[in-house]
């Protein structure tokens, strides 16, 4: 009998700590610092323990129902703990106070629990075996939490789960000790339908979990998210608020479907209008299809090539009702030939010539997206321009990332390209960057001529795109090259720069 | 599609969350961190020990009997090694239109330090890995890379240049830029590195640090610079009053990853060369994922006809005018020789060898692996992997992603080149101790080494083959660069003339620049001495 009571004793130990990490944990992930957070969680949980053990005088009669409550409220507080702290910081603007409560709450509870055990057990024991026993395997429970966080649970369950867990493994302590201490308990039935019933809203807990943590994530997005999927290349999320989609790439915002009809219109019509004779066009990134809506508005193009990376995004935009509404199905056109490669390697063993080239890549965030913004790749790039052919970049902001957007300017002119730099306001990025470029010796004259159905440009706004005020003015650059990616390095200062 | 990051103020989302990790690499990222260690698994790992060469080196200096020769060939230059001092030796006879040569290469493939090996997803060195930009002065190193249009017009080709991140360092639990220490330092250690690179750029106005080395030390060494070559660059340190931990680990790094050898062990004239030779036109190094196998591969293609595989040379004797080479079941006779080969191996092969001509040579043992893997490990804190990647403060040199030089925007699986030079214990004992513990013993070390980096490395890996050489380089111990020995290596021998050493071990520094100049200048001298005795052989160019 001992030994079972004394399991029961380690168990009970091990949750309360492992409650008292999460809440550590949890806080230094989601407010950083993580010495401040354990420091100032364990003082708190410490300090309520201590409050409990005071409290624990007031309890006179009934000591085992007591403590088998106490260790259903244990139970559904620790083992919520996490989720509700997730939820809370998504959610509302009171994370540290709920925080602190919780803390506190399971502090006192648990601090209770040995105070009451030690009463308990004072008529079964000699007081000194008691006094020993119960703290020898009230520490060796502790051991054991602290061990098993780091190397099992939080790695194997995260920090949801494992809450849930120990919450579990505190109302089926609860449960054995209705049949432990039946003896000194007058009613036990109750007390266990009690159990039975926490039991089950954790186990719904546990299968919940994934929900939690989903509608943790979804907080980062202003919107409702319609849909999300991980790709082997990227996170792909869409979010949704009234008549507003949007599309973000690994969290980056990459349209609001409210104004990107000014984002791409700008992209494509400078460029393509200005040459009647352009029969071919090469998309580079773009797997929204939402470019390629555009070029579609020229009856002279006969065929269209969008080169994208990932598959799941221009299946998505083929099939998509509500993405192909924004689209206008353009992803099924028959002019148009999608091919899922990586951009740089597939122009390295392709043959094909174009009349124009949209390069529209995600901004140039990582080395491995720089690579796609240096001089190496621009004059692989112009190799298949035909001769009076015109590629357009989309080229970041000239306002808020001057530096880069100067930057990919000069890139595309060390690539041996003359650049024609010109610049929109779209409204849910802020001013807007491109650049034209073509062979040295080409010409360019703004279009005379847009198709009819435009909702933004104009033929004589045109010219005015590639006036830059003062703020957006050249500045010295030096080019991205392969062997030195100062695009990325100046991208990242810009617009650390601007979100502080 | 375009654009920027949500934080971004016309983009703002209510509420963001202080980091860009996102849950999942959080919870990976802190629960390593917690417990500093990774979850064991029992995913297997193959691989084996690889391009082994010490038993038939063992052969060679046991003087195992091998058979009579059975056929006979004759050659006005027979050069002996093809690793890149012999395979620049024949480029260099091929130039002048002398094709009266052949080449001996005992192993299967040719290369010797540029060895390369290739599996489904990339090429991969063995050895040597990139050459730093050569300046104007390495007019041999230029004329090559033009050849094989890595330059040209003046400017090198960018995607044969390091690409950006070139190097980062893992200290103090973190990634940072570049090699130097940086995270950590007090002001009284950025003064020691300042006061440090100001030493290495008087140096390097002195001209006497140059690459090929020859020509710097024929240049008049003053002084203080002469003797650095009689105290190791750790005693120099001292004796400069720059104590500073990190600027000690930097140096010994910088002596371990070209010298095999540590700062204790290491002329100071040879550390200082480390950073008072180079000065970058552009940011590099060269480097191809197959290393320098990229160069090898190129002089073999053009080089084939000349070589000879699989010859183990056992003897070379030299009666009256004539060399007497033995390889194989051939005996070749040649009016010169070019002896490529690791210079140590000299006087077991080669009859009449003054012992007192290699008895400095000291050695430094090395272990290379090449790991191939499923699926790249999680990054700590969000950073990129970079091409060369080094750990502070461990007995490694860290390793090198052989696929860095790829256009690709996303790449799934890798293959990493690791490298080991054993420079804790003497050459001696480390060579024993590498050719003593099974493939597992390596394994297991070089695993438990990443692992303080990469945490999950163990689930990534599937594949992890070694090489190891028990003398991989040349070490430029203290006192060799200015010894007499060394010096009489580079110039003709009584009873062996017409035969020239060409190893970079007469440089005492193991670089392919080196080992270019050696081949080049003992395949010269070959011609000028044939050309002289021989009219018919005589070159046309």
Redesign the interface.
């Known amino acids: 009998m001992p030994a079972l009571l004394f399991i029961s004793i380690l168990l009970i130990a091990a949750c309360g700590l492992i409650y008292e990490l999460i809440a550590g944990?949890l806080a230094?992930?989601?407010?950083?610092d993580s010495i401040t957070q354990f420091s100032t969680i364990i003082g708190s949980y410490l300090f309520a323990m201590g409050i409990g053990s005071w409290l624990s005088r007031y309890i006179s009669r009934g000591l085992v129902t007591q403590f088998i409550w106490i260790e259903l409220m244990v139970a559904i507080f620790g083992g919520f703990s996490s989720s509700i702290l997730f939820l809370t910081f998504?959610y509302t603007q009171g994370f540290r106070i709920i925080l602190y409560f919780i803390v506190i709450a399971i502090g006192m509870l648990v601090g209770l629990e040995i105070p009451l055990l030690m009463r308990i057990l004072k008529d079964r024991f000699e007081f000194r075996d008691v006094v020993a026993h119960v703290l020898t395997f009230d520490y060796l429970g502790a051991l054991g939490a602290s061990l098993l966080?780091?190397?099992v649970l939080?790695?194997q369950l995260?920090?949801v789960r494992s809450a849930v867990l120990f919450g579990i493994v505190n109302a089926a302590v609860a449960l054995w000790g209705t049949f432990l201490f039946k003896d000194q308990l007058r009613s036990p039935q109750p007390l266990r339908v009690a159990c039975l019933l926490v039991l089950t809203l954790l186990c719904g807990g546990m299968a919940g979990a994934k929900h939690v943590?989903a509608a943790?994530?979804d907080?980062?997005?202003?919107d409702e998210v319609i849909f999300a999927k991980d790709t082997?290349?990227q996170?792909i999320v869409l979010t949704r608020w009234r008549d507003d989609t949007r599309?973000?790439?690994n969290?980056?915002?990459?349209?609001?479907s409210r104004d990107e009809y000014r984002?791409h219109e700008a992209l494509v019509h400078p460029g393509l209008a200005a040459n009647s004779s352009a029969r071919r066009v090469l998309v580079l990134?773009?797997?929204?299809g939402?470019a390629v809506r555009e070029i579609l508005k020229y009856p002279n193009i006969e065929s269209i090539t969008l080169v994208d990376?990932d598959r799941q995004m221009t299946d998505m935009f083929r099939s998509n009702d509500v993405l192909t509404k924004l689209n206008g199905g353009s992803l099924a056109s028959p002019k148009l030939h999608v091919i899922t490669a990586?951009?740089?390697?597939w122009l390295?063993q392709s043959t094909d010539m174009f009349d124009f080239a949209i390069v529209?890549?995600?901004?140039p965030?990582?080395?491995?997206?720089?690579?796609?913004y240096?001089?190496?790749?621009y004059r692989l790039l112009a190799k298949h321009i035909s001769a009076n052919g015109m590629i357009v970049v989309?080229s970041?902001?000239p306002m808020?990332?001057r530096q880069s957007y100067w930057t990919i300017v000069e890139t595309l002119k060390q690539a041996g390209l003359q650049t024609f730099p010109y610049h929109t306001y779209v409204?849910?990025?802020?001013e807007?960057g491109f650049v034209l470029a073509n062979a040295k010796g080409a010409t360019y004259s703004p279009p005379r001529q847009l198709p009819k159905d435009l909702r933004f440009l104009t033929v004589s706004a045109i010219p005015e795109l590639f006036e830059f005020p003062a703020d957006m003015q050249p500045v010295a650059a030096e080019a991205n090259?392969?062997?030195?990616?100062n695009l990325?390095r100046h991208y990242d200062r810009e617009?650390r720069d601007?979100?502080h | 599609?375009?654009?920027?990051?949500?934080?971004?103020?016309?983009?703002?989302?209510?509420?963001?969350?202080?980091?860009?990790l996102?849950?999942r690499e959080?919870?990976?990222a802190?629960?390593a961190a917690?417990?500093g260690l990774g979850?064991k698994t029992d995913k297997p790992i193959a691989g084996e020990f690889v391009n082994e060469s010490f038993q038939l080196g063992h052969m060679l200096r046991d003087r195992t009997p091998f058979p009579a020769p059975t056929k006979k060939e004759k050659f006005a230059i027979v050069i002996v090694g093809g690793g890149m001092a012999g395979l620049s030796a024949a480029w260099q006879l091929e130039r002048r239109s002398f094709r009266d040569f052949v080449l001996l290469e005992m192993d299967k493939q040719p290369g010797g330090n540029s060895r390369w090996g290739e599996n489904d997803i990339t090429a991969y060195p063995w050895a040597a890995h990139y050459v730093p930009v050569p300046n104007a002065k390495a007019t041999l190193v230029r004329e090559l890379f033009e050849e094989f249009g890595a330059l040209k017009n003046g400017k090198w080709e960018?995607?044969y240049?390091?690409?950006?991140?070139?190097e980062r360092l893992f200290i103090h639990g973190r990634w940072q830029d570049g090699i130097e220490p940086a995270v950590g330092l007090t002001d009284r250690d950025r003064e020691q590195f300042k006061r440090f690179d100001d030493l290495m750029q008087r140096f390097r106005a002195s001209n006497n640090f140059t690459i090929p080395t020859q020509l710097g030390m024929d240049i008049t060494q003053k002084p203080d610079i002469a003797a650095l070559d009689r105290v190791s660059i750790a005693e120099w340190l001292q004796q400069q009053k720059l104590d500073s931990p990190y600027l000690r680990w930097y140096v010994d790094y910088a002596c371990r990853d070209d010298y095999g050898a540590p700062a204790s062990a290491t002329s100071a004239w040879a550390g200082a060369h480390y950073y008072a030779s180079r000065e970058h036109e552009?940011?590099?190094p060269l480097t191809w994922p197959e290393g320098n196998g990229w160069i090898a591969r190129r002089l073999i293609k053009k080089l084939d006809s000349y070589i000879r595989r699989n010859a183990l040379v056992h003897r070379i004797t030299k009666d009256k005018n004539r060399y007497r080479i033995l390889a194989g079941d051939t005996e070749f006779t040649a009016d010169s020789v070019i002896f490529a080969a690791p210079t140590f191996l000299a006087p077991y092969l080669i009859e009449g060898m003054p012992p007192a001509l290699t008895k400095d040579l000291v050695y430094s043992p090395w272990l290379t692996a090449n790991l191939t893997l499923d699926r790249l490990p999680r990054e700590i804190g969000g950073t990129?992997t970079a091409w060369d990647n080094v750990i502070y403060n461990s007995p490694s040199l860290g390793y090198i992603v052989a696929n860095h030089q790829s256009?690709?925007?996303?790449e799934?699986r890798s293959v990493w080149t690791y490298y080991w030079a054993l420079a804790e214990r003497s050459p001696l004992e480390s060579r024993r101790f590498l050719l003593e513990k099974d493939w597992n013993y390596w394994k297991e070390a070089i695993l438990t080494d990443l692992a303080r980096i990469h945490p999950d490395i163990r689930d990534c890996v599937s594949r992890l083959d070694i090489m190891r050489m028990g003398h991989a380089m040349i070490r430029p111990s203290v006192g060799f660069m200015f010894s007499d020995s060394r010096r009489a290596l580079t110039r003709p021998h009584a009873g062996l003339e017409r035969l020239f050493f060409a190893n970079s071990d007469l440089s005492g520094i193991s670089i392919f620049e080196e080992a270019q100049y050696r081949g080049v200048t003992a395949a010269q001298q070959a011609l000028a001495i044939i050309s002289g005795s021989q009219e018919s052989t005589a070159p046309t160019a």
């Open positions: 944990a230094s992930y989601l407010l950083g998504a966080f780091p190397i939080v790695p995260g920090l943590i943790a994530d907080s980062l997005y202003a082997r290349y996170r599309l973000f790439l969290s980056h915002l990459q349209f609001s984002y990134g773009g797997g929204d939402l990376l990586d951009a740089f390697p390295e529209d890549f995600p901004d965030t990582n080395y491995s997206l720089g690579k796609l240096t001089t190496a790749f989309q970041t902001s808020f990332a409204p849910s990025f802020g807007w090259r392969l062997n030195d990616q990325v617009w601007i979100s | 599609m375009a654009r920027h990051q949500p934080l971004a103020i016309f983009a703002m989302p209510k509420r963001s969350k202080p980091t860009q996102s849950r959080f919870l990976a802190t629960s917690l417990i979850m960018e995607r240049l390091c690409f950006t991140p070139q552009e940011k590099g990129e256009i690709r925007q996303h799934d």
